[in-house]
Each structure stands twice: as structure tokens, then as C-alpha cells.
């Protein structure tokens, strides 16, 4: 569905805070497929306690219609601190409305602020749909591969 | 990745078409771009016409245009018309009773996953775009990004 350029002008952009938590959370799992919904009010007391993380909705007509997530943070593998994105999604029916681009835009520009040069994600191989964004973006393979092992109880 | 030469001159003959829009190229000029045999490219831009993925004009000014989606169409698309075999099929060596063929199946298979799923996320505009994007100063690429700002309204509500 298509949106009209009235629509579009009235996309707003903002820094999330604790009234948008329960939106954002059905939003995610809209987009993910299943609830992460701890995950969402752990971050959000992590965000309220002072941090580096940036949690951005992007609202038409008032109605939450995307979101994105981002930490600026050092990680232990010869890297300097730098942005990382930790999701990004919009409702289906407002894709394609270059929305995503302009979360991404935006999250970065708020790394950039803090002097960030390089933004990077770790994602679901499988996702295709996400992966063809960053790529579209401009993100390209790191030099960082993720391995994993099971370590419970067989 | 190894990829057959058709499959490199396919890919090659796909993304010079998609980024010249409403241009009839001729076979032989494409050729001459990549340095390689006419008659080999012809057979393959049938290919591809038989795809759908170019169409071609005869006569005067014909030649060779792009006619699919450059958002959607992946480099996978193209390359799984002219690969044979590929990708492999999941688990094929994972025969039961040799551990250590089922392991070196797995990390082939582990690569190949991650070969696949990188192919099938880069589009012809994505290549076409990044092509563009590297060939420019890092400012104009902020400049660039910067157009997807307006008409948003961006605010900074402290919470």
C-alpha cells in the first residue's frame, strides 16, 4: 500500500522514550516474528540508567509505524569504539517508502555526532529481506565472523 | 568462488545494461568493453533475454537493453541460470557412518550458506549503486544520505 505525500510529510522521526516501549514492542514482533519483549524493557532501563544506546521510532500520522536500535560501544576484537546497529524495521505496509533509510540515516547521524566512523550489525544469515537493505545501504561483510558452539546439556 | 566464465560475463553484460536505462546496446560494444568474444556474449545475452532479464531490439539503433528489476533481481538469479549444480543441495554428502566426511560436509556447507545468502542480498541496483557510492568523495556520499531527511521532520525529545 502505497503511501500519499501527505502521509510521507508527516513522518516524524524522534528519540523513543518509556510511552513508546509497548508500541515498539508489538511493532518488533510484527517484524521479527516472535516477542522480544524482555529484550525491549531491559534496553529501555539500561537507557533510562544512562547509556550510550539510541532508540529511534519513526511515526506517521502519530501512529508508530518504525523503529530503530543502536549502541555506540567498544568491542574486544582490535576495533576502536564504533556504532552498532542492533535492529531496524518498519510495518510491512509502509515499506518501500525509503522509511528504513531514513532511521538508518539518522542513527547514524547520531553515531557521526559522537564521533563514530564505522557502523556495523551482526544479523540473521537467513534474513534476506534485512541484509538486502544494509546492503542496499552500502554495508558490506567486516572483518568479524560469528561462530558459536552449543555449550548445554545434550 | 569460482563462477564459469558465462556466469562472470552474464553478471558482467546484466549490470552495464541495468545501469544505462533506456539505451539498445549492441552485442559488439559490450564485447569490446569487457574484452571478450562476441559470439560467446551473444549466446549469453539470449540466455538472459530468455529470462526475461534483457530484451532485444533488431534493425537500426537496436541492440541489447536491461528489461528486468534492478531492485529485485540478485546476483544468485543470474547466477543460478548458468551454473549447473549450484548451489549444492543441503546435506548431500552427509552420509550416515562417515563422521569425518559429515564433517568436512558441514563446513563446506557452512560456507556455501553464507555464499548463498550474501548472492541472493546484492541486487543489480545494489552493485550499481555501491559502484557509484565508492567512486565518491565521503562527503558527497553524507550529502547523498542527506536527501532521505526532508520531507521528515526529525526531532530530539529527551526522555
Known sequence: MALSNAERRSLVLADADASDLAEIIDLDEKVAG???????????????????LF?????????LVGYALGEIRSWPVRTPICGWLYAIGVEENHRLQKFATALMTELISRFRQNGVQTVRTVIDVDDQLLMSFLRS?????????????????? | MKLQQATRYAIWAVIELASRPNE???????????????????RILHALAKAKIVSSARG???????????KRLTLYDIICLFETGWPREEDQDLRPGNTLVSELARVLHEVDRITSATLRSVTV???IDS??????????????????????RTTTAET
Open chain 2, 60 to 70: 537500426p539503433g537496436g541492440g541489447f537493453s536491461f528489461c528486468g528489476d534492478a
Open chain 1, 34 to 52: 516472535y516477542s522480544r519483549a524482555d529484550f525491549w524493557r531491559d534496553l529501555f532501563r539500561q537507557k533510562a540508567a544512562g547509556s550510550t
Open chain 1, 137 to 154: 545501504y552500502g554495508m558490506s561483510a567486516g572483518p568479524f565472523v560469528e561462530l558459536e558452539m552449543a555449550v548445554g546439556e545434550s
Open chain 2, 24 to 42: 539498445q546496446i549492441r552485442a559488439q560494444e559490450l564485447a569490446q568493453t569487457f574484452h571478450i568474444s562476441h559470439n560467446h556474449l551473444v
Open chain 2, 125 to 127: 541496483r545494489t552493485i
Open chain 2, 131 to 152: 559502484a557509484q557510492r565508492r567512486s565518491k568523495p565521503h562527503q558527497q556520499i553524507a550529502a547523498d544520505l542527506a536527501q532521505y531527511s526532508p520531507p521528515y
Open chain 1, 55 to 63: 532508540v529511534l521510532v519513526a511515526r506517521s500520522s502519530g501512529v
